[in-house]
């Protein structure tokens, strides 16, 4: 009974804060509102109580005591889901952002990074050694988040995504347990992290390989008025196909600006701007930034000061080829001519290289030949927006959606299980619900884009 739950969860709870390495907050607590804000706006929900993990011991007491109250739990890394799966209504968020911490071995090329981490902590870290390994483009993304779903950043072309490079991983699992994951180490639940999701536990810790990568980047933007750039978008994606690991293609329109066309370049900066020239005989360039900066800050370029007060919403797509018509629906945005209210981001981004070289049946993730990833993203701040972005955002998606392959995990939002489906084939759904049925058959972690075991 209600009541019952009640008594129960004040006699679990009253002790708890006293076993905790971390720190235990309930809504009349200070610093609960501020742990339980994530990045977008509009997510606006109150966990019964919040458990900010210190430690791993810290996330296995959590997660018994959210099985014993028969609480949801929701974990919480950068809370970066633009669904902010990690807070749970009146459930139980394990926040992992105190385990924080980066570890490097300059000498074998190795970090062992927390659970609790975020992006710009690992690139900071390995940094200091000229090291590092794929991460995403926004350096308060969490770690875990970005590689549990694949990890794509500006390294992928060149070494594979973030899961490509997870030497091991270690898991607390649905019953509490504390498991190591590898290619020697329970090899099927290595297999399903890297690109399942948080389905299967939650990792507290990952080593990932790194790599000599120097510590400086170019990037090359070029914008061009909107009735030149199907020309424009046409000669770029013909470029791309004979571009070099070191460069990822990028092209975007943003909100009433110019169709930008570009790359981001790691490796021999000469070699980079060799590239240059050809991108800017593309067509006239109303504005042209080519700029040399240190890999760190190419790592926050896309941060956004105001990140965690704007409300958000985006789709996306895999895309395995981008005819004409596919780069005419881009820039149409889902309208007539390319304009009105509302309109959402829009961009691309290259894929192929090493992504392309793991041979698809090696991990979780799919779609390994995608050529591009399209993802429309809406951002506002009004709440009486929120009907009117997120159905035109939907709108500019759904004219991409017959050059679609398939789906990434870490672009979905409110897809559900369709959208589970389109990330993954029907045999790998297959193995990976055959792997949801070992590691948690209750469904335990099930605030994610969720892999349903079997019935039972």
Not at 30 to 36: L, N, S, V
Request: a negative charge; hydrophobic letters at 40%; aromatic letters at 8%.
């Amino acid at each position: 009974s209600p009541a019952r739950l009640a008594a129960m969860s004040r006699t679990t709870t009253n002790g708890l804060s006293d076993r905790l390495d971390g720190q235990l907050l309930r809504p009349d607590d200070a610093g609960y509102d501020e742990a339980r804000t994530v990045w977008n706006a509009m997510v606006d929900r109150r966990p019964r109580m919040i458990v900010r993990c210190a430690s791993v011991a810290d996330v296995v007491l959590a997660v018994r005591t959210a099985r014993e109250l028969e609480l949801e739990i929701g974990v919480r890394c950068g809370g970066h889901s633009v669904l902010g799966l990690c807070v749970p209504e009146n459930g139980l968020m394990i926040d992992l952002t105190p385990m924080g911490g980066v570890r490097i071995d300059s000498a074998q090329r190795l970090a062992w990074v927390q659970g609790g981490a975020l992006l710009g902590a690992l690139d900071r870290e390995s940094q200091q050694y000229g090291l590092a390994t794929t991460a995403g483009n926004i350096s308060h993304t969490g770690v875990g988040g970005l590689t549990l779903g694949g990890g794509m950043g500006w390294l992928a072309r060149q070494y594979g995504l973030s899961c490509d490079n997870v030497v091991s991983f270690e898991v607390v699992t649905a019953n509490g347990d504390v498991v190591r994951a590898s290619e020697a180490e329970n090899p099927d639940l290595y297999w399903g992290l890297r690109g399942g999701g948080g389905n299967f536990g939650i990792v507290t810790q990952f080593e990932f390989r790194l790599h000599p990568v120097g510590t400086r980047a170019l990037v090359a933007e070029f914008g061009y008025p909107i009735e030149q750039a199907l020309q424009v978008l046409r000669g770029w994606r013909d470029l791309n196909a004979e571009a070099p690991r070191q460069a990822t293609f990028v092209a975007s329109v943003v909100g009433d600006g110019p169709a930008t066309v570009g790359f981001v370049w790691v490796g021999d900066l000469d070699q980079g701007r060799a590239l240059v020239p050809a991108m800017r005989a593309l067509g006239r360039p109303v504005a042209e930034r080519v700029i040399e900066q240190s890999y760190v800050e190419l790592q926050r370029k896309d941060d956004t000061p105001e990140g965690h007060a704007l409300r958000r919403y985006w789709k996306g797509h895999f895309l395995g080829q981008l005819p004409d018509e596919a780069i005419e629906a881009f820039l149409l945005r889902g309208t007539a001519h390319g304009s009105g209210e509302h309109l959402p981001n829009v961009e691309l981004q290259a894929y192929g290289g090493a992504i392309s070289d793991v041979p698809d049946e090696d991990t979780a993730f799919s779609q390994r030949d995608t050529l591009f990833e399209y993802v429309a993203a809406a951002r506002w701040t009004e709440p009486a927006e929120d009907q009117s972005r997120m159905a035109v955002a939907r709108r500019s998606a759904a004219t991409l959606e017959p050059f679609a392959s398939g789906a990434y995990v870490n672009s979905m939002s409110d897809e559900g299980a369709a959208g589970v489906r389109r990330a993954y084939p029907p045999e790998k759904l297959a193995r990976l619900t055959a792997l949801k049925d070992v590691y948690d058959p209750e469904n335990v972690f099930h605030l994610n884009q969720n892999i349903q075991p079997s019935p039972r």
